[in-house]
Structures are given as structure tokens and as C-alpha cells.
């Protein structure tokens, strides 16, 4: 059974940076798209960057030009790097990974809090 495990997360001043790591461990199929989600207190869980096995990414609006989104195949591992952080990235960030097991599956990891001061 394939498990996510982030990592990275923090207290960061407001403009500070922040890298956000997430591993598969356990019996890791060949795994697709590997997304990055945050859910602030009282909102609904969005999706922040998502990144394919060639490596095409999709960026949400709000955190174009800040953050960049990459992976390593080799280590089943996708990365979250966040620059020039505001206070409304504050939130808990999970990490999914999808992957085909007679069906197209996702998995979550188990969230990373990230708070950004004024």
C-alpha cells in the first residue's frame, strides 16, 4: 500500500519561503499526476499546483509567480517551493498522488501546516 508523508511546513514571516516536501513510501505503483492542496480554517480544501510524469504543471491564480511545483520521478517525490508568502497562504497542505490500480485511485498525505505572520 503506497503512503504520502509531507514535509517542510512551518511558521514563516510574511515574504519568507517555505519548502514543502512529499515522499510515496510502501509499495508505490506507478504513480500520474502528483497535486499539492491546502485548506485553510473554515474554507474548502483547494488545489494549489498539480504536476504530471512529464512534467507539465498547472498553477492556481493566487500563487502564480510564487510558488513552483516539481517532482522526481526516481524518488516518487514531488516538491512545493513558496516564495514571497502572505498571510493568506496560511493553511494545513496535503500532497496527492494519483495512480492506476484496475482503476484510476488517489492518495492523500497527511497534511503539513503552514502559517504565515504579518
Known amino acids: 500500500q503506497v503512503q504520502l508523508v509531507e514535509s517542510g511546513g512551518g511558521l514563516v514571516q510574511a515574504g519568507g519561503s517555505l519548502r514543502l516536501s512529499c515522499a510515496a513510501s510502501?509499495?508505490?505503483?506507478?504513480?500520474?499526476?502528483m497535486n499539492w492542496h491546502r485548506q485553510a480554517p473554515g474554507k474548502q480544501r483547494e488545489l494549489v499546483a498539480s504536476?504530471?510524469?512529464?512534467?507539465?504543471?498547472v498553477l492556481a491564480d493566487s500563487v502564480k509567480g510564487r510558488f513552483t511545483i516539481s517532482r522526481d520521478n526516481a524518488k516518487n517525490t514531488v516538491y512545493l517551493q513558496m516564495n514571497s508568502l502572505v498571510p493568506e497562504d496560511t493553511a494545513v497542505y496535503y500532497c496527492?498522488?494519483?495512480?492506476?490500480?484496475?482503476?484510476?485511485?488517489?492518495?492523500w498525505g497527511q497534511g503539513t501546516q503552514v502559517t504565515v505572520s504579518s
Open positions: 496527492a498522488a494519483d495512480y492506476w490500480l484496475m482503476s484510476l485511485r488517489r492518495v
Open positions: 510502501g509499495s508505490v505503483p506507478s504513480l500520474n499526476a
Open positions: 504536476i504530471t510524469v512529464a512534467g507539465s504543471t
